[in-house]
């Protein structure tokens, strides 16, 4: 895993959210970046903390919400822009939120929304069934470009380590979101609660220097 261009923003503080607080995700994103290269940049800005980061995708299969058996690597890799999220179905606090970040990102898409590839992957798989995901994704009316993905303890932790966003229990998880361009770019990565307009930002930046 190589990692440039970081960014990082302070922390935002939620009132009422029921979070643990910024500071720890903040925290761990920094660390996990820190980690990966020393001789990063920083730099102070609002809310989220962008890297761009190269990963290895593990050989892994996961489950897709329709109950098909797939392959991570070619899901990912099907040459449409990937915008991917880390979620699990009984989350009442970060998960929801950036759910509903995806759900508007949907309709702000525009004619882009058949373009691009939103993935969220559970990290609870042994509740998280096809069915469970599938009422989940209909809670934030999940189009046919955004598909969530169950499978294995062992394929989810993969995929989790290749992201470096593993944390061991599920309930220590931070909130983050990637966006790439293509198969074979870099993703960028984004800790923190990103909202609809960063997220598209991000999406349409990747595409213009595909």
């Not at 797939?70 to 179905?89: A, C, H, K, M």
């Not at 609809?196 to 999406?203: C, H, I, Q, R, V």
Request: net charge negative; glycine share 8%; proline share 6%.
């Amino acid at each position: 895993m190589r990692t440039t261009n970081v960014v990082l923003i302070g922390a935002v503080l939620l009132a009422g959210a029921g979070l643990a607080g910024p500071a720890a995700w903040c925290a761990s994103a920094a660390d996990a970046a820190d980690g990966a290269d020393a001789h990063m940049h920083h730099h102070m800005m609002s809310g989220t903390m962008r890297s761009t980061v190269d990963y290895t995708l593990p050989p892994v299969k996961l489950v897709r919400d329709d109950g098909k058996t797939v392959s991570l690597i070619d899901e990912l890799n099907d040459g449409r822009p990937v915008i991917l999220t880390f979620i699990y179905t009984t989350c009442t606090t970060i998960c929801p939120m950036v759910s509903q970040t995806l759900e508007k990102l949907q309709s702000e898409l525009g004619s882009d929304r058949d373009k691009v590839h939103i993935v969220s992957i559970s990290i609870d798989p042994e509740q998280d069934t096809p069915a469970r995901l599938r009422t989940y994704g209909a809670r934030f009316d999940a189009g046919p470009e955004w598909q969530h993905y169950t499978g294995t303890v062992e394929a989810s932790i993969a995929t989790q380590r290749a992201f470096n966003v593993y944390r061991g229990d599920k309930m220590n998880h931070t909130p983050v979101a990637f966006v790439r361009a293509a198969p074979g770019k870099p993703w960028l990565r984004i800790d923190g609660f990103a909202t609809p307009a960063e997220l598209l930002s991000a999406y349409h930046d990747a595409v213009a220097s595909n």
